[in-house]
């Protein structure tokens, strides 16, 4: 079995609902798929405590793979992110009021981490699926970016054993429907799929991983 942890974001910016907390909560309702042990978090969209609560859940399940994921309004597609940046620089403040603006996210750390997740295998599988899927090169610079960072940074100094990384999903249907302006969106059947298929695959490529590592 591969140990996968999914975290997601609470509501934030006046949204009473966030994509990515609603996939996470159909995933945890539904039965895992073979081969994987499915843990989940919710994290609060607040810098320094968001990666706070994604220590603790590493620390409280030890997974192989840990998959965040968080809402990106306005994207047409489900996004995995290449690169994480040591830069807090809020457009609008988080959900405690604090909006940073060019703060590091870890003092002295390096400028970006890559992610370990296989994004070009799962990007090619949920367009297969037919779920828009695209290739992302920074999560931005909000609280987003700032879990990812932190996750990266947990790897590179603490667990070099985790496959890590964040995925973007869109609106969902239901957040856009009385909105003034047009915005882009996709189903939440579609954004959970998409999830899913990120959690086989990353889960696939941990256990490849394990079997390179014991064949020396």
Known sequence: MTRVLVTAFEPFGGETVNPSQQAVQRLAADTAPVGVELSTASLPVV????????RAAVAAHDPAVVLCLGEA???VAVTPERFAVNLNDAPFP???GCRPVDEPVVVD???AYA???PIAEMVEAMRAAGIPAAKSSTAGNYVCNNVFYGLMHLIATERPELIGGFVHVPYMHEQVLHRPDAQPSLSIEQITEAVLIAVKISAAAAGERRHIIAAG
């Open 73 to 75: 309004g306005g994207r």
């Open 47 to 54: 810098f320094g405590q968001a990666i706070e609560a994604m």
């Open 94 to 96: 988080d959900n405690a």
């Open 115 to 117: 992610s370990t997740l």
């Open 109 to 111: 750390g390096p400028v």
